[in-house]
Structure formats: structure tokens, C-alpha cells
Nanobody
Framework: QVRLVESGGGSVQAGGSLRLSCAAS?????MAWFRQAPGKERVWVAS???????TYADSVKGRFTISKDNAKNTLYLQMNSLKPEDTAMYYC???????????????WGQGTQVTVSS
């Protein structure tokens, strides 16, 4: 069972930046970031696979960058040009069994709150 701990959330004005971190207890082939606003579904934001390959949701493409420090088993999400629409609880996830990051195979962190004001 992989354990994930997110950090780095906080409050920032629109146009600002934050960097989220996710410390994993072991190496995994695929890790990802999701976010969930109050009253809404949890949605996928970005993924990082072992090749490595990075993939982004259209809503954050060009503004967010996902990266990983394999020596530390730590995933990052650099968030630039933040918008109020980015306000959400951000969750780290990791594929416990393979490299697909299929939602049914994911372990989840506890989340870190990001709030963006105008």
C-alpha cells in the first residue's frame, strides 16, 4: 500500500503561483494530481508516468507543470497564472499496481487546499 502526503497549498491572488508537493512512501509507475471544488466531482488535472510522459487537462495546460523527483519519490505540481476557478482541494494519487493511472487502481493522499482570490 503506497502512502501519499500532499503539502504546499495555500491562498494566493489571481495571477500568482504555488507549488504543491506529494511525498510517496515508495516508487510508483504513474502518479497524478486531481482536484475537487466543494459540491463538485473530483477531476483529473495532470499525470506523470515512468517513461516519463506528462499529460494535462485542458483547463490547466500551459499554466501548470507536473514533475517528479524519483530519488525522493516526490511529485510536484507547479501552478502559475492561477485563476479563481483553480480553487479546490488538490489530491495526489498513485497507481499502486501498474503504469496506467486508472482510477480504480489509485491510492490517494489526504489533499491540500488551494484558494485563489481576485
Amino acid at each position: 500500500q503506497v502512502r501519499l502526503v500532499e503539502s504546499g497549498g495555500g491562498s494566493v491572488q489571481a495571477g500568482g503561483s504555488l507549488r504543491l508537493s506529494c511525498a510517496a512512501s515508495r516508487y510508483t509507475y504513474c502518479m497524478a494530481w486531481f482536484r475537487q471544488a466543494p459540491g463538485k466531482e473530483r477531476v483529473w488535472v495532470a499525470s506523470y508516468t515512468f517513461i516519463p510522459t506528462t499529460t494535462y487537462a485542458d483547463s490547466v495546460k500551459g499554466r501548470f507543470t507536473i514533475s517528479k523527483d524519483n530519488a525522493k519519490n516526490t511529485l510536484y505540481l507547479q501552478m502559475n497564472s492561477l485563476k479563481p476557478e483553480d480553487t479546490a482541494m488538490y489530491y495526489c494519487a498513485a497507481d499502486q499496481y501498474g503504469a496506467t493511472c486508472d482510477r480504480s487502481s489509485l491510492a490517494w493522499g489526504q489533499g491540500t487546499q488551494v484558494t485563489v482570490s481576485s
